[in-house]
């Protein structure tokens, strides 16, 4: 029997005011309605303090969130923030100031890892203030949903005994 690793959380992070920056809380917010109940659902700005205090505790996260490193609309990247350190690009194709890369190492300074943190970036074409994504981003989003949907799935499930 399979269940959700405790305390595991789905998070997009973006500024839904700044074109492509909505990105990665487009993509969660597809996956809402078809994660696990008992996986724990957040969006956030993407400033370090308050993911750090958000995923404090969870046993499994997947956080979601736009980039900008020049590679072309809608690339994918996947990292095992427990296995590997984000590339030194990650925090400079963020458009936060303290933000993901830096509250994850500095969470991995202080020994608060969550046991499981898989980060995905969404390549952004446009940032600037506005609600709209860019066409290629747009369009990419349901398919990059299905993809980490999968993935929730197989990394925060655990296998359970039946019990007798």
Same mark, same amino acid.
């Given at each position: 029997?399979? @269940?959700?690793?405790?305390?595991?959380?789905?998070?997009?992070?973006?500024?839904?005011?700044?074109?492509?920056d909505?990105?990665?809380?487009?993509?969660?917010r597809? =996956? *809402?309605? *078809?994660?696990? &109940?008992?996986?724990?659902y957040?969006?956030?700005?993407?400033?370090? +303090?308050?993911?750090?205090?958000a995923?404090? #505790?969870?046993?499994?996260?997947?956080?979601?969130? +736009?980039? *900008?490193?020049?590679?072309? !609309?809608?690339?994918?990247? &996947?990292?095992?923030?427990? +296995?590997?350190?984000? !590339?030194?690009?990650?925090?400079?194709?963020? @458009?936060?100031?303290?933000? $993901?890369?830096? +509250?994850?190492?500095?969470?991995? *300074?202080?020994?608060?890892? !969550?046991?499981?943190?898989?980060?995905?970036?969404?390549? #952004? =074409?446009?940032?600037?203030?506005?609600?709209?994504?860019? !066409?290629? $981003?747009?369009?990419?989003?349901?398919?990059?949903a299905?993809?980490?949907?999968?993935?929730?799935?197989?990394?925060?499930? $655990?296998?359970?005994?039946?019990?007798?």
């Amino acid at each position: 029997m399979m @269940t959700m690793h405790p305390n595991s959380m789905l998070i997009g992070v973006g500024n839904p005011f700044r074109s492509d920056d909505r990105a990665g809380l487009e993509v969660a917010r597809l =996956l *809402q309605g *078809q994660i696990p &109940r008992e996986m724990k659902y957040l969006e956030e700005t993407g400033d370090g +303090a308050e993911l750090l205090e958000a995923w404090k #505790g969870a046993g499994c996260v997947v956080l979601i969130d +736009a980039i *900008q490193s020049g590679a072309p !609309p809608a690339t994918i990247y &996947r990292f095992d923030a427990r +296995a590997e350190r984000l !590339p030194a690009w990650f925090s400079r194709a963020s @458009t936060h100031t303290f933000g $993901v890369a830096e +509250a994850i190492e500095l969470a991995r *300074q202080m020994g608060e890892l !969550p046991a499981k943190l898989v980060v995905y970036g969404i390549e #952004g =074409l446009d940032f600037s203030p506005g609600t709209e994504l860019s !066409p290629d $981003v747009a369009e990419a989003l349901p398919a990059i949903a299905k993809l980490i949907l999968r993935e929730v799935v197989k990394l925060c499930a $655990v296998r359970v005994a039946k019990s007798v």
